[in-house]
């Protein structure tokens, strides 16, 4: 018997008016989740989801309440949200969520690695998602968390991993500092998915044509999300979604990258702490092996290739505005001397041009 024949019955439970004919992709089950689309009479696509854990279901409990927030302004996104349309109480008093199915299939790791095209699309999608309004998340019941409330708790789960010993030193230190660097933490929240992984992104003709698991969704910092696409990502497509990314955001944000990096590697810490609190010696061991990893592999500039390149682009396109700029200003200056005063070429690397370039905070 097919595995997931009991989430048709389950569809067909919620929605008694709909004749489901067959079951049909996307199919995949995780550790506490079990998805299924079935296709009814009028070839409509529904996807089940069933939570198999009582966290599972609170998260799509949260999801649920998230899209009823997000009923007047859902339609900004560049792509489909799971609406819920009918849900049905299941063993154990949990419940399974029907909604209309995403146009394409979820997401692989093989397609985080060539499509300009995806990489530009996923750049848009988080961008819009992150300007949505904080009253969305609030009306939902969700965490809104300050910039400083957010490198506060960075702080605390550093306390915390100090009793694990698993931490080398430096690596610690390296932490630390980027925590108590107030300047990193200037930014504005953001509405922020949290939990991004592949199943989780849904893609046809190389475009985000659906986003669910926002089970886990709050007031925080974009950089968790971007965390994600950088460390799951090919470097060229990692750079084309930042690249992107920054064009369309409304709010500025000169630290972003700095924390892009640190959010990636502070995700091993809450793994760890997370093992502890599970008192799961498996993650607490696999933990300790990464943080061990990332702690001998960093190099001189402590910035992943992504982000090392984008920020190096970056900072040449600033230093040719500051020279071009400079250029043109003494121009204008020469000729209200003298119409024979020979200008500045504009290749001219002066050290106001290179003091305006190095100021760029992109890190």
């Not at 927030?69 to 900004?76: S, V």
């Not at 592949?198 to 003709?205: F, Q």
């Amino acid at each position: 018997m097919d595995d997931f024949l009991p989430l048709a019955a389950m569809a067909a439970a919620a929605m008694p008016d709909n004749d489901f004919v067959s079951l049909c992709s996307p199919r995949y089950k995780t550790e506490d989740l079990r998805v299924c689309a079935v296709k009814d009479k009028a070839e409509r696509k529904w996807l089940v989801n069933c939570p198999t854990t009582q966290h599972r279901d609170e998260e799509l409990q949260i999801q649920s309440r998230i899209m009823q927030a997000l009923a007047h302004d859902g339609a900004r996104l560049p792509f489909d949200l799971p609406w819920p349309a009918h849900s049905v109480r299941i063993v154990g008093g949990k419940r399974a969520l029907v909604h209309a199915a995403f146009p394409g299939r979820p997401l692989t790791q093989e397609d985080l690695t060539v499509s300009d095209k995806l990489a530009e699309s996923l750049g848009r999608a988080l961008a819009s998602l992150h300007d949505l309004p904080a009253r969305i998340l609030q009306a939902a019941e969700r965490p809104t968390s300050s910039a400083d409330q957010i490198r506060r708790r960075w702080l605390n789960l550093l306390d915390q991993g100090a009793a694990t010993r698993a931490i080398p030193p430096r690596l610690w230190q390296r932490w630390e500092e980027r925590l108590e660097d107030v300047s990193l933490w200037r930014f504005s929240p953001a509405f922020i998915h949290a939990d991004l992984q592949e199943p989780y992104l849904y893609i046809e003709d190389e475009a985000i044509t659906g986003i669910t698991g926002f089970g886990n969704a709050q007031f925080g910092d974009p950089a968790r999300d971007l965390a994600w696409v950088v460390s799951s990502s090919s470097d060229e497509f990692a750079r084309g979604v930042l690249g992107t990314y920054r064009k369309l955001r409304i709010s500025e944000d000169p630290k972003l990258n700095a924390r892009i990096e640190l959010n990636s590697e502070l995700v091993l810490l809450e793994w760890l702490l997370h093992g502890v609190a599970e008192n799961n010696e498996e993650i607490i061991a696999d933990a300790r092996d990464l943080i061990t990893q990332l702690a001998d592999t960093l190099d001189s500039t402590g910035l992943l290739p992504a982000l090392r390149e984008d920020f190096a682009s970056k900072n040449a396109d600033k230093l040719t505005e500051a020279s071009t700029d400079k250029s043109k200003e003494t121009e204008e200056n020469a000729a209200e001397i003298s119409p024979q005063t020979e200008a500045i070429p504009a290749g001219d690397t002066s050290s106001e041009a290179n003091e305006d370039a190095q100021a760029d905070p992109g890190i």
